[in-house]
């Protein structure tokens, strides 16, 4: 969502018993990252019902076996990223706050995931100048 250059983000490939829940995770973010706003809202707060909240730990490992099985994700596909994010913690039970926001000098917009009140795989300094704009956390 980034306009400025991304580096490519990589991690090591992950153990076998994670990768079909990476490789589902996946395939199901790329559509969902085509939907409306409000539509990918109701789909994730949906997907988010009854889960436990994601530990930063469960979170790091679900974006590493992201990162681990598609190079496409390691780029400024930020939106599908952070879906396919959640959507593996999501198959393991768990669930992380979701966010979307803007900054607005210059005007960027991004998408990540937080666990234990802290951003998943992203530079703080950074992350504190996005107003965040959407937000899905655990719903009971």
């Not at 991304?6 to 018993?17: F, H, S």
């Not at 889960?51 to 076996?65: D, H, I, K, L």
């Not at 979701?98 to 210059?106: D, E, F, K, M, R």
Request: proline share 9%; charged share 20%; hydrophobic share 45%.
């Amino acid at each position: 969502m980034s306009p400025k250059m991304v580096a490519l983000q990589r991690a090591d490939a992950p153990p076998w018993r994670l990768r079909p829940a990476a490789l589902l995770a996946i395939a199901l973010a790329w559509p969902l990252a085509r939907c409306s706003p409000h539509r990918l809202r109701a789909v994730l707060q949906f997907l988010s019902m009854a889960a436990r909240p994601a530990t930063a730990e469960e979170a790091e490992r679900a974006r590493n076996a992201i990162l681990g099985l598609s190079m496409r994700h390691g780029g400024p596909r930020c939106l599908e990223r952070s879906i396919a994010i959640a959507l593996m913690c999501r198959l393991r039970g768990s669930w992380p706050d979701w966010c979307t926001g803007v900054s607005t000098h210059p005007f960027e917009a991004h998408a990540w995931v937080e666990a234990d009140g802290r951003p998943i795989g992203e530079n703080p300094d950074e992350i504190i100048h996005f107003f965040i704009t959407m937000k899905v956390s655990v719903c009971s």
